[in-house]
């Protein structure tokens, strides 16, 4: 068996406290370790008290659900925007404006009315001018647009100024129209002083 000189290794006394060096790490772990498991006691032991007693005494947080649900329907969502059903058309508005459609915009012509034409009246015809045998002549202008004759003759009446067609009430106002337009005479005269319907007399200046 070989023999070894003595060294400081073997100069070890019977009651040193000193142990193997994993021995001591291994306590110092465990010396190092009992600072964090209290912390994380405490952690656990406040965090515990926070969930379960709090609440229970009253006291919530800031940011409770109730306060998200609040905050959250503030917002407007997307399905509160107008949609394109709610818009009015172009045909809507053009009816809001009030603006009258072309069928119901009057009409800027009035239709003309025309008296009734009766050519069974018979017709008075009188000169009251001094030219000879005018009222024969203007008598047969009559006769010839179709109305019958009832005196021909001169005027003997207050003179006249100007020719006129004296009719009796509206039922002989187109007789006077007409005959008026057949013989030149714009003077028409809704009277009740003859007893002809309709009476032509011829004034100064007629021809």
Same mark, same amino acid.
């Given at each position: 068996?070989?023999?070894?000189? %003595?060294? #400081?290794?073997? %100069?070890?006394?019977? @009651?040193?406290?000193?142990?193997?060096?994993?021995?001591?790490?291994?306590?110092?772990?465990?010396?190092?370790?009992?600072?964090?498991?209290?912390?994380?006691?405490?952690?656990?032991?406040?965090?515990? +008290?926070?969930?379960? +007693?709090?609440?229970?005494?009253?006291? /919530? =947080?800031?940011?409770?659900?109730?306060?998200?649900? /609040?905050?959250?329907? @503030?917002?407007? @969502?997307?399905?509160?925007?107008?949609?394109? =059903?709610?818009?009015?058309?172009?045909?809507? @508005?053009?009816?809001?404006? $009030?603006?009258?459609?072309?069928?119901?915009?009057?009409?800027? /012509?009035?239709?003309?009315?025309?008296?009734?034409?009766?050519? /069974?009246?018979? +017709?008075?015809?009188?000169?009251?001018?001094?030219? !000879? $045998?005018?009222?024969?002549? *203007?008598?047969?202008?009559?006769? !010839?647009?179709?109305?019958?004759? =009832?005196?021909?003759?001169?005027? $003997?009446?207050?003179?006249?100024?100007?020719?006129?067609?004296?009719?009796?009430?509206?039922?002989?106002?187109?007789?006077? #129209?007409?005959?008026?337009?057949?013989?030149?005479?714009?003077?028409? *005269?809704?009277?009740? #002083?003859?007893?002809?319907?309709?009476?032509?007399?011829? $004034?100064?200046?007629?021809?």
């Amino acid at each position: 068996m070989t023999k070894f000189a %003595r060294d #400081e290794f073997d %100069r070890v006394p019977q @009651s040193s406290s000193r142990q193997g060096v994993h021995r001591l790490v291994a306590s110092a772990s465990r010396a190092a370790l009992w600072p964090v498991l209290l912390l994380g006691g405490i952690a656990l032991a406040v965090g515990l +008290v926070a969930f379960v +007693v709090l609440p229970k005494l009253g006291f /919530t =947080s800031s940011t409770t659900p109730q306060a998200v649900a /609040t905050a959250g329907a @503030s917002k407007p @969502s997307a399905a509160a925007s107008p949609s394109a =059903s709610s818009m009015p058309s172009p045909s809507s @508005s053009v009816q809001a404006s $009030g603006q009258p459609s072309p069928s119901d915009t009057p009409s800027s /012509t009035p239709t003309p009315t025309t008296a009734p034409l009766d050519k /069974t009246a018979v +017709v008075a015809v009188y000169n009251g001018t001094t030219t !000879g $045998g005018l009222a024969a002549r *203007v008598a047969g202008m009559v006769q !010839g647009g179709g109305w019958p004759l =009832s005196t021909v003759a001169n005027w $003997g009446g207050m003179p006249q100024q100007t020719s006129s067609v004296f009719y009796k009430g509206a039922a002989q106002k187109g007789n006077a #129209e007409a005959l008026g337009k057949l013989l030149g005479i714009s003077n028409l *005269v809704d009277s009740a #002083e003859f007893q002809q319907p309709v009476v032509v007399i011829l $004034g100064p200046g007629y021809k």
